[in-house]
């Protein structure tokens, strides 16, 4: 991966956060917050634990994050925890 490539990665991980945190965070009033209460670093776990899959990799680059992206985000985090 070259810098640009890692640049894009990074500022696609940060929107990623903030759509997340607009469902799942306390601190944002997210949705479902009362429920899943989900911390940053959760988040940010999850994304990238979820971008090994190379077409989710490739999705999320090419056009962003969408409902399907963060549903199958919350789901590894909800498994994360269920390890921890």
Not at 3 to 15: C, H, Q, T
Not at 23 to 39: K, L
Not at 64 to 82: P, Q, W
């Amino acid at each position: 991966m070259n810098m640009i490539e890692m640049l894009a990665l990074n500022e696609r991980a940060f929107e990623f956060r903030d759509y997340m945190r607009m469902f799942y965070h306390p601190d944002y009033d997210g949705v479902y917050a009362d429920e899943m209460n989900f911390t940053d670093e959760e988040i940010i776990e999850g994304f990238a634990e979820y971008i090994k899959d190379k077409e989710a990799y490739k999705g999320i680059m090419k056009y962003g994050a969408d409902t399907v992206d963060r549903e199958r985000v919350r789901d590894i985090i909800l498994k994360m925890r269920e390890v921890a």
